[in-house]
């Protein structure tokens, strides 16, 4: 089968010296022409039903119409830009193409996602505008956007900033099929970011933003699900927790599918990963109250030893903080966990269930008990400031 990259047809129906370039053929003995009219527009001959989704894009069109020289009498009209077309790129900041000789783009995706790579841990990759202006929002750095249609970068919040006055920024653009390659996502958005992860220094200015803190520290054990860890840094991160701590069994929370169903959690509360459990006790305020919900008894306990979410009061005449641990749905809690709890004198806490349902998903499990602790929080502060009034 014939495939040519580039067809170059001189016709004497039209101006000699004009060059036409045909699309990248994908079928045999079909030829897709463009061709420009007079005033500058674009025709398409023997278009029929030969439209391939991935070409009739307009980022494609757009590189078309940018590749586009023309020779002859009317070439310093016709290669000039419209004043549409000038109007478009006035809007953009400077940009820089991706070629394959300086492949940045699969450069610097290659270092993010690669886990082997341990001295690229401090980037992280972002798919999409939403999750991009979370992180601008909140201060983050972002080193590369790449993105393949120049309608993409409409929604992008202060992007002139970072690129041309701050200069922190590059923008790179690709070809939407070269996304499609790296993008961990089933369609991709056609926008990507790489993002220095937050550190100590960015906590601490979050959390001086956050004046209603609920003091309660989630501790995550063997929770592997990405929509689970999502969902529960989402929930922890629209409570107002202090932080969360994930041990070594969890899903990584940078994994794409956790940044998606998290929302823009991740800029939004602490969190420590790959914890051992040897080490808990050191990331935990001196004094604390710890509570567990946990799906499956310890062998050392009995039904009594658990209580009702909405039983207990989580805050008896003390301000200490409260500590939550949430285990695997599927498995419980770990060996180790239960040692933990038992050394600290826990509580465990149980979810009424109905309709022999075994276990609720960890997510909405750990969304039901925080809002509790939440709710009896909000409590006594109204109560504080009635006397107050």
């Not at 391939?52 to 119409?65: A, I, L, M, Q, T």
């Not at 840094?233 to 956790?258: F, M, P, Y």
């Not at 109905?354 to 939440?374: D, F, H, Q, T």
Request: aromatic share 8%; charged share 25%; hydrophobic share 35%.
């Amino acid at each position: 089968m014939f495939r040519p990259y580039e067809i170059l047809l001189r016709s004497n129906m039209i101006i000699n010296n004009y060059r036409y370039f045909s699309r990248r053929i994908v079928q045999q003995n079909i030829v897709r022409i463009i061709k420009p009219l007079a005033d500058n527009r674009r025709q398409t001959i023997n278009d029929r039903d030969f439209n391939p989704p991935e070409y009739s894009r307009k980022h494609v069109d757009d590189g078309f119409v940018n590749q586009d020289r023309f020779v002859g009498k009317n070439a310093d009209n016709d290669s000039k830009p419209s004043s549409k077309n000038n109007a478009v790129l006035n809007n953009v900041p400077p940009f820089e193409r991706n070629s394959r000789i300086n492949n940045q783009f699969s450069e610097q995706i290659i270092k993010t996602i690669m886990k082997k790579d341990k001295t690229n841990t401090e980037t992280a990759l972002l798919e999409g505008k939403r999750i991009i202006n979370d992180a601008i929002e909140n201060n983050l750095k972002i080193t590369y956007i790449f993105f393949s249609c120049k309608e993409d970068l409409d929604d992008i919040i202060d992007l002139k900033r970072l690129v041309e006055q701050e200069k922190a920024t590059k923008l790179i653009k690709v070809t939407y099929k070269e996304m499609k390659i790296y993008s961990q996502l089933k369609t991709p958005p056609g926008i990507m970011a790489i993002v220095q992860k937050p550190d100590q220094n960015d906590w601490k200015k979050i959390i001086e933003k956050n004046t209603n803190i609920l003091p309660l520290i989630l501790i995550c054990d063997n929770v592997r699900d990405p929509g689970n860890m999502g969902t529960i840094i989402r929930t922890s991160a629209a409570a107002g927790i202090e932080k969360i701590i994930l041990t070594e069994g969890c899903v990584d929370h940078w994994n794409q599918k956790v940044i998606k169903a998290g929302s823009g959690g991740h800029f939004k509360i602490p969190i420590e990963s790959k914890i051992n459990w040897n080490e808990i006790a050191s990331k935990l305020p001196e004094t604390f109250d710890l509570f567990v919900a946990d799906v499956k008894n310890p062998s050392n306990s009995t039904e009594s030893s658990y209580h009702s979410y909405h039983q207990i009061d989580y805050f008896p005449n003390n301000n200490r903080s409260k500590v939550l641990i949430i285990g695997n749905e599927a498995f419980g809690l770990s060996t180790k966990c239960y040692e933990f709890v038992d050394k600290f004198h826990g509580h465990y806490l149980k979810i009424p269930l109905s309709n022999n349902s075994e276990s609720l998903n960890s997510a909405i499990a750990s969304a039901i008990v925080i809002y509790e602790i939440r709710r009896q929080y909000e409590l006594i502060n109204q109560e504080k400031q009635n006397k107050k009034i």
